[in-house]
T-cell receptor, first 114, second 114 residues
Framework: GEDVEQSLFLSVREGDSSVINCTYT??????LYWYKQEPGAGLQLLTY?????DMKQDQRLTVLLNKKDKHLSLRIADTQTGDSAIYFC??????????????FGAGTTVTVRA | EPEVTQTPSHQVTQMGQEVILRCVPI?????FYWYRQILGQKVEFLVS????????KSEIFDDQFSVERPDGSNFTLKIRSTKLEDSAMYFC????????????FGDGTRLSIL
């Protein structure tokens, strides 16, 4: 199946950490991705993790992967007002020509309050 | 940083008319995609394209849809006879060679069918 689930909303105080959670269904997904969408803009690739990794850190972003439970999370440390956006989790599915397609969650709207 | 560009940003068309959505992928990328997002719904895969042919298409991508790489830089999505339900945000994406290369998205074209 191709079903990615995320909580829809998250409100966080500026300076606190944000944690966005995601569950996916395809155990054969090779990579899992986080994209950010600001108002009126496209999908900006934030980070991605290979399925044989448990954790990946990139500056203020930490991705945790629990492959057994098919659970992915994105932690944003020291959340800033510029982090207010919709965050999409996506899993990859192998396709033809050594290619893959993405299945997206519905997106988590993160609101940062002062 | 190189980016995927899409034109127009907003297209308004009468039902039954043909539309062409245009994309300029990142210059050294060889894999191209179209996704769409109907308002309030998830981002959905439409089609992937490699080596001048479609590698995979979803159920949504019926005979009304076609893609083309008319020259070395553009990648287009044509909807032959638009329906009201084609109203959505259409995203183009591209990626480099190798399974580990992530897909990079444009800012999207908002298509409104009247």
């Amino acid at each position: 199946g191709e079903d990615v689930e995320q909580s829809l909303f998250l409100s966080v105080r500026e300076g606190d950490s944000s944690v966005i959670n995601c569950t996916y269904t395809d155990s054969s997904s090779t990579y899992l991705y986080w994209y950010k969408q600001e108002p009126g803009a496209g999908l900006q690739l934030l980070t991605y993790i290979f399925s044989n990794m448990d954790m990946k850190q990139d500056q203020r972003l930490t991705v945790l992967l629990n492959k057994k439970d098919k659970h992915l999370s994105l932690r944003i440390a020291d959340t800033q007002t510029g982090d207010s956006a919709i965050y999409f989790c996506a899993e990859s599915h192998a396709g033809g020509s050594n290619d893959y397609k993405l299945s997206f969650g519905a997106g988590t709207t993160v609101t940062v309050r002062a | 940083e190189p980016e995927v560009t899409q034109t127009p940003s907003h297209q308004v068309t009468q039902m039954g008319q043909e539309v062409i959505l245009r994309c300029v992928p990142i210059s050294n990328h060889l894999y191209f995609y179209w996704y769409r997002q109907i308002l309030g719904q998830k981002v959905e895969f439409l089609v992937s394209f490699y080596n001048n042919e479609i590698s995979e298409k979803s159920e949504i991508f019926d005979d009304q849809f076609s893609v083309e790489r008319p020259d070395g830089s553009n990648f287009t999505l044509k909807i032959r006879s638009t329906k009201l339900e084609d109203s959505a945000m259409y995203f183009c994406a591209s990626r480099g060679t190798g399974n580990r290369q992530p897909q990079h998205f444009g800012d999207g074209t908002r298509l409104s069918i009247l």
